[in-house]
């Protein structure tokens, strides 16, 4: 898993799997919420992985299996949009 420019991730699952996030939109929604935090590119690159999910600090984490199964059906997932 990697920060992209865009707020996008890349991400690869243990199967092969892999595509990107889109957060771009959620991000810079009215109800981003926890989310709008990560609107400083240096917050929003120090995303990590903690058992399998990806988190960042101050306890945001994204669903794992939502984002398999758009990442499966569809190269991506797009959030908020």
């Known amino acids: 898993m990697r920060a992209l420019d865009g707020y996008r991730l890349h991400v690869r699952f243990v199967d092969s799997t892999e595509g990107e ?10 109800g981003a919420g926890v989310f ?18 990806v988190t960042w600090p101050e306890e945001i984490d994204l669903a794992p299996d939502a984002m398999y199964d758009a990442i499966k059906a569809h190269g991506k997932w797009v959030l908020g949009g």
């Open 21 to 30: 996030v889109w957060m771009n939109a959620l991000i810079h929604s009215a």
């Open 36 to 53: 709008g935090c990560l609107s400083e590119p240096t917050v929003f690159s120090a995303v990590g992985l903690e058992h399998g999910v």
